[in-house]
């Protein structure tokens, strides 16, 4: 398609102009998915980047982003189309007040027409309206296992079966891209009609690069200095590890306190923006906060 990067080069640069700094592996697989017209399955922590890589290219290639986030409960009504039963209702009952209600079958066919279907996000990336589309099925590991079956004949073939109606094609297949925390296993068989990329936590220089684009305030000694402490914090046993978000957050955050280094006590009084729970943080403050600090200055240095 025209609009895609013709190399892996250039889908490298297209997500750097977004912000995203990808290492040639990822850009590789996400080049790959774009060109082959499959989806991308994304797994990893939290936090390590895998929703903003579709953000990034619905921005840049550019394409409408529609979002199905994934939650326990999850149906059919919610992420792909529902009735609109009150329109229908109404349908009916009009045709008999004029006295159209004789020909059954027709009246049948007559409300379940498209124009009665409430789109979700699913059959809203299959739709033309609005053009080319993004389709992010975020953190699918929080929906139920069965909704999994819903998901294949889209990722096989970009269309949705409705009984009542037919068969939906997207006339452009969107961009596919599936994000999983691996809190459980996805079947095999979303797998399998998946192109698949491991999200780790970035190396030290790339996450300094990150926060270049991302907290421009951050001074570059500072930078150095949070990037070398997360590193080795990712390093201990903690229940939820820093993310990328947490380390923009935190860089942030001390800058907007005026701070031009680490400290330990600017550091302990901080924690609760790089850390989410109280455990965590009554672990790693005080002296165990103090030795990743004159441990980080070292690195960074």
Not at 117 to 131: C, I, T, V, Y
Request: hydrophobic share 45%; aromatic share 6%.
């Amino acid at each position: 398609m025209p609009d895609l990067p013709a190399s892996v080069e250039e889908t490298q640069k297209l997500l750097a102009r977004g912000g995203y700094v990808a290492d040639k592996a990822l850009a590789t697989t996400v080049h790959l998915a774009l060109r082959m017209g499959r989806p991308l399955f994304l797994e990893g922590e939290p936090g390590t980047g895998k929703t903003e890589i579709a953000k990034v290219l619905a921005k840049e290639l550019p394409r409408r982003l529609v979002r199905l986030q994934c939650y326990d409960g999850l149906d059919l009504s919610a992420a792909a189309y529902e009735w609109n039963h009150a329109r229908q209702l109404m349908a009916i009952r009009l045709a008999e007040a004029t006295g159209e209600a004789q020909d059954r079958a027709a009246l049948e066919r007559g409300i379940y027409a498209r124009e009665f279907l409430q789109e979700r996000p699913l059959l809203k990336a299959l739709s033309p309206e609005g053009g080319p589309a993004v389709l992010l099925i975020d953190e699918l590991d929080r929906a139920d296992e069965p909704f999994e079956a819903f998901l294949l004949e889209i990722l096989a073939d970009f269309q949705l079966s409705v009984p009542e109606l037919g068969t939906i094609r997207a006339e452009v297949p969107p961009v596919v891209i599936i994000t999983s925390n691996r809190t459980r296993e996805v079947h095999d068989a979303i797998r399998r009609r998946c192109l698949y990329h491991w999200v780790d936590y970035p190396d030290a220089a790339r996450e300094r690069a990150i926060l270049r684009i991302r907290a421009p305030e951050v001074k570059e000694r500072l930078s150095a200095q949070v990037v070398a402490f997360v590193q080795k914090l990712r390093g201990g046993d903690y229940f939820k590890l820093p993310g990328v978000a947490e380390t923009i957050d935190w860089a942030a955050a001390l800058a907007a306190l005026d701070a031009e280094e680490l400290e330990p006590a600017a550091v302990d009084e901080t924690l609760g923006v790089l850390l989410k729970y109280q455990d965590d943080i009554a672990k790693l403050r005080g002296a165990e906060a103090a030795r990743l600090v004159a441990e980080a200055k070292q690195a960074a240095a």
